[in-house]
């Protein structure tokens, strides 16, 4: 059997998990395959790796053992372990036993159970917060169109607050001009704008393709996010509309679905 | 004589209080106010009832038109369809709660008022739902005023307040726009000054405090005001009332129950 070149790596919320895999491909010579245990439904981070990282391969996890039977030889394999995933009970196919086990963590905390699990601790970004028992609420959005305006609104009033304290947020959001946004907030870091996903625009009726938010804080009025974010969704033909106006406004080269 | 003018209390009883007795404290002869008594805000019936209680000369809101006449605001006046369905809530549940002889003052209220060289407005004089912000164009700010014919207009509607002083190369350069007529009046018109009273119920300048202006006719003086109130109060009435919680949220931090509506440019045109 081949040897693989596997790296685990997990870490609390906003710590800097993708990041650090981010920086390993773009400086490594050899392709790379990635894969995120814990995602579920919502695969936010595979999402805005399969489309900003050159040389990387999301492998979705009913791949898993497809791939582990016949893998992609020289090529690095990247594991990312959602920070809700227990450690201690994690068990991986046999293929992966032998690997290298990676943990992400904020500048001096203990986070003992991390460094207790991990061959090399990596120091990640100081966050804002850590909270002792952080809520995951996500929801899968694919098929919506949001109005940009309302979503930077929401987005506001989430990350200040509005719905309970949030540590970490991020999603991918279809809006109402065909592109597709890249969202992220950690407490205490400095605000970022969105980032514009390297995917064609789409004006051909609702998006095939994955849009959703994960958050992670505490006391969340769940029900008050879902809702808001229904208010910023557009309706059908509002949705023809600007699609209309994407057409219209189309240059040779752009790329559309 | 000494005026108090204030505007867009939105429902915020607490807010109009704590403004009505800073007006008080500083022997005021007469109080105008520009509107939007309702909407947003828990409490639209004892806001309408102490303002006709004081006899206080009012003219109507662009939510106190929707209020009567259904909601009539255009779109394109809200500045996302997250602002716009929270609008459409806020006025459902007004329009649920209001008194019908409440919904008949409102109904009565004139879209202007004067005051010798004072005009009162609540948007522009060209419609209640029209934003004078500070950053409009100096020319339309100008023809605003000068189709009053009044020497300080005052408005609200933004919910920012400001004083604007447009001086007479402004209007020289105007000129060219209009007819003959106004051409000769506008030569010798003095300086005109457009001074938005800002909002006691509703502010968006980054704190709750609600803000009114005061203008001495004697010193020829206008005082931007910035009053604090217990807002905590109305925040929790907003919640009891199953207004959305949002709305107490934003006005805690002074950023307007649903949404700053910021498009200067907008002129309705229904
Ligand atoms: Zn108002
Ligand atoms: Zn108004």
Redesign the pocket.
Known sequence: MPSLNITLVSGPPGAGKTTWIRQQVNSAAETAVYLNLGSGNTPIDSTYLATEVAGLTVLPVEQLTDFLAQPLVGSAVYVELGFHIDLTSLILPDQMADCQRVTVLPPATRQTEWRNWADLVVTGVKTGMALSQPHLWRSVLSGQVLDLASLNTFWYELTHGAYGTVQRAKGIFDVADGRSLYFDFVAGLAETTYLELNLPLWCNGRPDRFSGIEVVGEALDQEAIAETIKACCLEDHVIAYYQQQIKDSLEPGDEVA | MKIAVM??I?GNYEALNAVLSDIDDHNVDKIYCLG?LV?YGPHPNAVVEMIRALDIPTCQ???DEDIVEGLNACECSYPSVLAEKRGKLAHEWTNQVIYPEVRQYLAQLPLSLRDDNLCFVHGSPHNQHEYLLPEVDAFVAMERVLTTGADILFC??T?VPYVRSLDASQMQIRVKLADKSEQETSFSAPLKRIVNAG?VG?PRHGRPNATYVIYDANTDQITLREVEYDYEKTCAAIIEKGLPPIFAWRLARGMEFAERADDPTHVCER
């Open positions: 505007s867009c939105h939007d909407g809101g662009c939510w609200g509607h919910h909002s509703e």
